[in-house]
Nanobody
Framework: VQLQASGGGLAQAGGSLRLSCAAS????????MGWFRQAPGKEREFVAS????????SYMASVEGRFTISRNNAKNTVYLQMNSLRPEDTAVYYC????????????WGHGTLVTVSS
């Protein structure tokens, strides 16, 4: 599976961005899809994940209620809608895929930079 993240950019605090993660090489139907981020000087952290439906998604506490992960299986694409952005959301965002039942994410895309100005 090859993953390509896009949609990053510069936003003001309180603004919105939508990240996309397009997959090729294999259908994403049997994968849990996740978004992670890494801020300068910090460890990579989990942001959100989804299996098949919004009811089977999870979020890190600081983005819950502001970010929404979704997927379009017909387009083999996963999205991260980010609203009410904060400067602390500034990071490189990565999408990743994990085979259902596996312990770790096996496939990673190149990151897309999100910068939120105050």
């Amino acid at each position: 599976v090859q993953l390509q993240a896009s949609g990053g950019g510069l936003a003001q605090a309180g603004g919105s961005l939508r990240l996309s993660c397009a997959a090729s090489g294999r259908t994403l139907l049997h994968y849990r899809m996740g978004w992670f981020r890494q801020a300068p000087g910090k460890e990579r952290e989990f942001v959100a994940s989804i299996l098949r439906s919004p009811g089977d998604s999870s979020y890190m506490a600081s983005v819950e209620g502001r970010f929404t992960i979704s997927r379009n299986n017909a387009k083999n694409t996963v999205y991260l809608q980010m609203n009410s952005l904060r400067p602390e959301d500034t990071a490189v965002y990565y999408c990743a895929a994990r085979v259902t039942g596996a312990d770790e994410y096996s496939y990673w895309g190149h990151g897309t930079l999100v910068t939120v100005s105050s």
